[in-house]
């Protein structure tokens, strides 16, 4: 018989039982958190979804009569650099990413252009940051083609630069606010020196690099920009600058001599303008006359626009609705166009939308060569280059495209240079603006060494290797020749490479491509008068030339092969974005204004991300855009 505890005290369970007992507790309380977390998820994605459906309702009625009112915040892009969710949280929370992509405005006014239920765009590009002339090339020829189908364009801003008046002259009518102005003050490309810093911190950097004018690293080795470099710049931004004032006049109808003065002569002319600058611009014709918003608004209600639905303003549809509301013309279901995107800076493995990454963008352009319904390939290229090895496995993927039997066809944007070049030489043809900046053919590489800093504050290094080489990429030791040689061996191979490949695919002789290589940039019109690229054009002339060349007539698909979105992302797509958005906000839901600022409170993240320690890394890169 056993023993009774002692009074006051209960009878203790065994270890195992205790630890059973526990263990189920705490399984009872995870599913109940889980439970819970479940619940409150799928609520509130059926409240997003409810909400979505009667948004894209809503801005799905446009009225007749209506006016669609384009003004552009932030930069032209191809492609959005933060994904559906961020862009999502930045609308809600305030603080919007601002980028537009140039597809989604050129759309919107194409199909505005046929919409009988539009009468006119007002535009007002006064918040669209500067942006590549080939972008505004694009969105102009929209412009041009909606004044066409006989709706006219009426332009007004409050201050505009000249990014923002390259647009704006597409216009009929292009109005400023009287107490604005035009500020037109030329092209510049001016960059910052660190030698001198450098030798300060007793930081030695070595440059290897093969091409004359190939100047994207000369910041680190010389105090100044380099003869050559400013020879170079000289040319392709004169050319930009030629084809500036020539589309400007062509536009206002004014002679290009007279407009290049006026430009050149601006602070003698505003002090005769009594610092009046949108009276000054007037006067040079550059716009078609002085209007507040409110009278820009009066004036076209006396043109028979209807009042708004409260009866103030005019009856409207914003950029974000009507693109909302249009159809998009993106399927893969028959014989299709497909278009990858590549821009930005080119780096290693995978990397999101917005920048290019070898392994990445190869796989798009394998996954479309792998669809059967696609029939042509269009490479839509934005990039100033980056990583050698990176825009060689995307280029191999463009190579085994046309392998396939699939025709390639290029389309350049603002910049398609060094590197950006290098993934384009091998498609069947090459279409770039006017205004595009490309070439840039070179390859350099770059080295640093801080024994001199290290020995500033009393460190020194020293030990032995196993081999001549060991331990040679150290960073705190002195550069050895027969390193530098190493490197300007591998940078030798890789110009050649370079060359040699665009001699190739361009059927000229290796000479040939040499003499227009070394490191220089051209335009699209400088580059076409060197065979660089094949045609003048943009990003819809390159799309009918693929389908002309896959011979698929005029009933064909244009798919834009993406990144494959996960479950949320999908979500925060379907029903359309912007109709979802707008009803959230419709209904007063808002985010903290830091929630979208998240993923940048830790951009030493994002600086280590492509960095590869222990070998040297070899780029074709160019800092060509004008300011």
Request: aromatic fraction near 8%; charge should be neutral; include cysteine.
């Amino acid at each position: 018989m056993s023993t009774p505890p002692p009074l006051g005290r209960s009878r203790q369970p065994n270890g195992f039982l205790a630890f059973l007992r526990v263990f189920g507790r705490g399984l009872n309380i995870l599913r109940l958190i889980i439970l819970n977390v479940l619940f409150f998820a799928f609520l509130g994605v059926f409240v997003l979804v409810l909400l979505a459906i009667g948004a894209a309702k809503h801005l799905n009625d446009i009225q007749d009569s209506s006016v669609l009112l384009l003004q552009p915040e932030g930069r032209l892009v191809e492609q959005y650099s933060v994904s559906p969710l961020q862009r999502v949280a930045s609308k809600l929370s305030g603080d919007e990413a601002k980028e537009v992509q140039v597809r989604d405005l050129v759309a919107a006014i194409d199909a505005a252009a046929k919409d009988a239920r539009i009468t006119r765009i007002v535009l007002d590009p006064s918040h669209l940051q500067s942006s590549g002339f080939a972008a505004l090339t694009e969105v102009g020829a929209a412009l041009d083609r909606f004044r066409a189908a006989g709706k006219p364009v009426i332009a007004w801003g409050a201050e505009l630069d000249q990014y923002q008046y390259d647009l704006a002259a597409h216009a009929d009518r292009v109005l400023l606010d009287p107490q604005g102005g035009l500020f037109i003050t030329g092209l510049s490309n001016y960059r910052l020196f660190y030698k001198d810093l450098l030798d300060k911190l007793g930081v030695n950097v070595y440059l290897f690099r093969v091409g004359q004018f190939k100047s994207a690293a000369e910041p680190f080795i010389l105090n100044h920009a380099s003869p050559e470099a400013k020879e170079a710049d000289s040319y392709w931004m004169g050319g930009l600058w030629d084809g500036y004032i020539s589309d400007i006049a062509k536009l206002r109808k004014l002679d290009p001599a007279t407009v290049r003065s006026d430009i050149d002569n601006l602070p003698d002319r505003l002090v005769a303008a009594q610092g009046d600058l949108a009276k000054l611009a007037l006067d040079e014709h550059l716009i078609d006359g002085l209007a507040t918003r409110s009278e820009l608004l009066d004036t076209l209600r006396s043109q028979g626009v209807p009042a708004g639905k409260d009866g103030h303003g005019i009856r409207s549809v914003s950029l974000d609705r009507y693109i909302a509301a249009v159809p998009g013309r993106d399927t893969l279901g028959a014989d299709a166009v497909t278009v990858v995107v590549a821009e930005g800076e080119i780096t290693s493995g995978k990397q999101s939308p917005g920048s290019i990454g070898g392994e990445s963008t190869a796989a798009l352009i394998r996954s479309a060569r792998e669809n059967k319904h696609t029939k042509a390939l269009v490479l839509r290229v934005n990039s100033p280059g980056g990583e050698v090895y990176a825009a060689e496995e995307i280029r191999r993927e463009v190579a085994l495209t046309r392998k396939a039997g699939i025709p390639v066809i290029v389309s350049m944007g603002d910049v398609a240079a060094s590197g950006g070049y290098w993934i384009s030489m091998n498609a069947d043809q090459i279409y770039a603006e006017p205004n595009t900046i490309t070439g840039s053919i070179g390859i350099f590489g770059m080295y640093y060494t801080v024994p001199s800093a290290l020995g500033k504050l009393g460190i020194s290094s020293d030990g032995i290797g196993t081999a001549p080489l060991a331990g040679a990429f150290n960073v705190t030791r002195p550069l050895d020749p027969k390193v530098g040689s190493v490197i300007q061996s591998i940078i030798d191979k890789g110009y050649h490479d370079f060359v040699g490949g665009v001699a190739q695919a361009r059927g000229k002789d290796y000479s040939a491509i040499d003499a227009v290589a070394q490191g220089r940039v051209w335009t699209g019109s400088q580059a076409q008068q060197r065979g660089l690229i094949d045609q003048l054009g943009g990003l819809d002339a390159a799309i009918q030339k693929a389908a002309d060349l896959a011979k698929l007539g005029k009933d064909y698909a244009v798919h834009y092969q993406e990144q494959p979105l996960g479950t949320l992302e999908r979500f925060a797509l379907s029903f359309n974005q912007s109709a979802m958005v707008a009803g959230l906000q419709a209904y007063g839901v808002r985010l903290p204004t830091w929630f979208a600022q998240l993923p940048m409170l830790a951009p030493e993240l994002e600086m280590l991300r492509t960095a590869q320690a222990g070998r040297p890394n070899i780029y074709s890169y160019c800092f060509c855009s004008p300011h």
